[in-house]
């Protein structure tokens, strides 16, 4: 991977050098704008995303509830597990920073340190994203945005190549949807469990909602013909 950014034409290099070119065309606070959201801003909104994601859910109530919550606890543990993840990938392919190796570049983030592939923040935006997309859909596409911009603004900021930021989407969804099933099996017994306790109750459900659940079982006689979701428990 390391022989990617060395010697003749590589695309790698040239969208890199295109990318980072543009911060002799742009004024000085909008590149330390860009940089600081690629360091630290995107991925706050990803954490109030998240949050805010969690604060829909808990109006819902019922059994829609406690699946969508469980897949919303899961989205820093895959963030996580991608990190970790990540170290010993990063420690293998050994690949250095660009400016490491190639001259000319504006470096906006100095300072930084460590192996380039894959990009950290790209994989750890891309795991929240896509794990808040299990959890709700609308709010899970505006976090896939922001994971590209994420990246946008690594390669921008002259600290990654674009293939490290490609490979840190890639890491960070598939930690996020290859683990899911057993994550989700694993969680929602236990999110079913805290949405029936009366004091640990609002954390999956608004006082607006916060009733006793009980079993939505068929009536005798009743056809059932409904998904797997409309078998959930029901506010």
Do not use: K
């Not at 002799?24 to 954490?47: K, M, N």
């Not at 897949?71 to 920073?97: K, S």
């Not at 969804?173 to 999110?191: D, E, F, N, R």
């Amino acid at each position: 991977m390391a022989a990617l950014a060395t010697g003749g034409p590589n695309p790698d290099v040239s969208l890199l050098q295109g990318i980072n070119g543009l911060t002799a065309h742009t004024p000085a606070w909008l590149d330390r704008a860009v940089a600081l959201a690629g360091e630290y801003g995107i991925l706050l909104a990803l954490v109030l995303l998240v949050l805010w994601c969690w604060r829909g859910i808990r109006r819902q109530g019922g059994g829609a509830a406690v699946e969508s919550l469980a897949g919303l606890v899961w989205t820093p543990l895959a963030a996580g597990i991608a990190l970790l993840v990540n170290m010993p990938l990063r420690e293998f392919v050994g690949r250095r920073r660009p400016f490491e190796q190639h001259e000319g570049l504006e470096v906006l983030l100095p300072g930084q340190s460590g192996h380039s592939f894959v990009s950290d923040h790209a994989t750890l935006a891309m795991a929240l994203a896509v794990g808040i997309f299990l959890a709700h859909r609308r709010l899970g596409l505006i976090g896939i945005g922001l994971a590209l911009l994420e990246g946008f603004c690594r390669v921008y900021s002259g600290v990654h190549y674009p293939t490290d930021v490609i490979g840190g989407l890639a890491l960070g969804t598939a930690v996020v949807l290859l683990l899911a099933p057993l994550a989700m099996a694993l969680l929602t017994p236990l999110v079913r469990a805290l949405a029936r306790s009366p004091r640990l109750g609002r954390l999956v459900r608004s006082r607006r909602s916060l009733q006793p659940l009980v079993l939505d079982l068929p009536r005798p006689g009743a056809d059932r013909t409904e998904g797997f979701g409309d078998r959930d428990l029901a506010a």
